[in-house]
């Protein structure tokens, strides 16, 4: 009994510890949409296969790092695609402000029969509406 007593105290006294502690949970990045500019489609799928899809995507300054896809499920054969990146939005980091084309590949499973249709995130336009680059692929 002694021992559980001894133990909670020290339990006790390290989460005390550890929640006095200053810590710096300031956040020096974002997280961003990126726009594509184009998606290297091939002419046609074959089921049970996994494709390399080379997203060509845009960096817009040098403190934005691709982070990955997320890519929704609309219908069966139907998905959306946004790239995802981070961006510093440290202060003393000094980004340069040219735009820059970047490549990165999507592994996509073909489980699906008929025709896969994808829109890949392109930005907004003049009225803030999201556009898309859309591309359709038959299954053979």
Do not use: W
């Amino acid at each position: 009994m002694m021992k559980k007593v001894i133990a909670l105290f020290v339990f006790i006294g390290i989460a005390s510890s550890l929640s006095s502690c200053d810590l710096d949970d300031g956040q020096n990045f974002q997280f961003t949409t990126l726009r594509v500019v184009e998606a290297k489609m091939p002419e046609f799928f074959e089921l049970n296969r996994t494709y390399d899809i080379e997203v060509t995507y845009e960096r817009h300054n040098g403190c934005v790092f691709f982070e990955g896809f997320d890519v929704t499920k609309t219908g069966d054969t139907d998905r959306d695609v946004v790239v995802i990146g981070t961006e510093i939005i440290d202060e003393n980091t000094a980004c340069t402000l040219a735009i820059q084309e970047s490549t990165a590949v999507l592994r996509f499973n073909v489980i699906f029969t008929g025709e896969y249709h994808f829109r890949f995130y392109a930005g907004n336009d003049n009225e803030d509406n999201a556009t898309y680059i859309e591309y359709t692929v038959p299954v053979n």
